[in-house]
């Protein structure tokens, strides 16, 4: 099974697993450097839902987010890695800021989001709202990120 789709033919796979009676959760974000935080993350956030689906910022917009040295691993090297864990069933790339169009295309029944967001920040919430579907956070794993793997990384190339 092809896990990495486009956001139509997700749309379709999306149509046929409703038929079947599944519930669907949706989570998004960079995931430029896959760490211990993202995998434990995704894992709780598969057991919100039948199926996981993880939209993958682009490059371009994780640029626009995060500055231009970053993403540190391109979009397709991403969305493979990601694509390979257990707990996600499919992958979009998408090339928004916020995946708030990609949520209200595709109608998931449940936003997963960390803990490091509020509920009342979560993009999408009031549209899952509108069509019956729930918004959960999930606790943060403190001290796993991204950012910090990159300061440990430039502090060892300092001292070195």
């Known amino acids: 099974m092809e896990k990495i789709l486009s956001r139509e033919q997700l749309k379709d796979e999306m149509e046929r697993l ?4 599944k519930k669907i959760a949706f989570t998004n974000g960079c995931f430029d ?5 993202h995998t434990r ?3 709780d956030a598969r057991k919100r839902g ?12 994780v640029r626009a987010i995060k500055g231009d040295k970053r ?3 391109p ?30 295309y595709l109608r998931p029944d449940v936003i997963v989001k960390g803990g490091d967001w509020v509920e009342e920040k979560v993009v ?6 509108k069509w019956g579907g729930q918004v959960a956070i999930i606790p943060e794993i403190k001290g796993a990120s991204t950012t910090n793997i990159v300061e440990k990384i430039k502090k060892v190339y300092r001292e070195s």
């Open 18 to 21: 409703r038929k079947e009676g």
């Open 33 to 37: 450097i896959l760490h211990v935080g």
């Open 41 to 43: 993350y995704l894992r």
């Open 50 to 61: 039948d199926v996981l689906i993880l939209a993958l910022n682009s490059d371009a917009s």
């Open 71 to 73: 993403p540190l691993v």
């Open 75 to 104: 979009e397709n090297e991403r969305a493979d890695v990601v694509a390979s864990l257990e707990s996600v069933d499919y992958v979009t790339i998408f090339n928004e800021l916020t995946p708030l169009e990609l949520i209200e």
């Open 124 to 129: 999408g919430r009031e549209s899952v709202r």
